[in-house]
């Protein structure tokens, strides 16, 4: 079946521009986190969305950072203002339960780079 | 201290060798652990969970000291195919039933012919 998406694969922004990332988890899927991988480093975890809400999103940067999840499904994270530090890979993942550790499925990711 | 923290690597080993990748974990309250396999330019996968008692999938081999705060993953055979990112997760629930992976930096190992 199909897996986690994610659009665009790659981003190219100017400094100071916003940018929406968006994210198809499997259907079905209730649970969905955003992560951010930086070059040479591991997955960091950003926001996580059970449903419709965002559960924690301890891990968002700053206020430049918001993702919404309005119908439960589709997410979209959205940066403002992007620095060059924002510069990464955005990666989106899913998982079935809510009760216990499922795993988490990840999608490509999506490359965004801040010029 | 970071949460999770792996052999900084890279390693560089011929086929056939064995390979041994090891990690330690700060927060005492985690409670399940993995290994996750990272190609170049690919997502994560879940390579393996880790259990107290040691486990083996094939050539591979994880094993948990709770008492060290201590994971490893062995690889044995090594095989050119395994040449990736191998990187240590820990899973705590921070409430919510929120079950957050906190990884390390990951290991690169390459598997020369």
């Known amino acids: 079946g199909a897996g986690v998406s994610q659009t665009p694969s790659n981003k190219v922004t100017e400094k100071g521009k916003y940018v929406e990332l968006r994210c198809d988890p499997i259907?079905?899927?209730?649970?969905l986190y955003w992560y951010r991988q930086s070059l040479g480093q591991g997955p960091e975890f950003l926001i996580y969305?059970?449903?419709?809400?965002?559960?924690?999103d301890s891990g968002l940067p700053n206020d430049r950072f918001f993702a919404v999840r309005p119908e439960g499904s589709v997410s979209t994270l959205k940066i403002q203002r992007t620095e060059r530090g924002d510069s990464a890979v955005y990666l989106c993942?899913?998982?079935?339960?809510?009760?216990?550790?499922?795993?988490?499925?990840f999608g490509p990711g999506t490359r965004l780079t801040v010029l | 201290r970071k949460e999770v923290e792996q052999d900084p690597g890279p390693f560089n080993v011929p086929e056939g060798a064995t390979v041994a990748f090891n990690c330690t974990y700060s927060?005492?309250?985690?409670?399940?652990f993995f290994w996750y396999r990272q190609d170049c330019r690919k997502e994560p996968k879940l390579l393996m969970s880790v259990y107290s008692s040691g486990n083996e999938d094939g050539r591979f081999t994880a094993q948990l000291n709770r008492a060290s705060q201590y994971i490893s993953l062995l690889i044995r055979d090594s095989k050119l195919s395994d040449s990736a990112t191998y990187l240590c997760v820990v899973l705590q629930d921070s409430g919510g039933s929120n079950y957050k992976l906190t990884f390390g930096k990951g290991t690169l190992l390459t598997v020369n012919p």
């Open positions: 927060n005492s309250a985690s409670q399940s």
């Open positions: 993942a899913s998982s079935p339960g809510t009760f216990s550790y499922n795993e988490q499925f």
């Open positions: 969305f059970q449903g419709t809400g965002a559960a924690d």
């Open positions: 259907s079905g899927h209730t649970a």
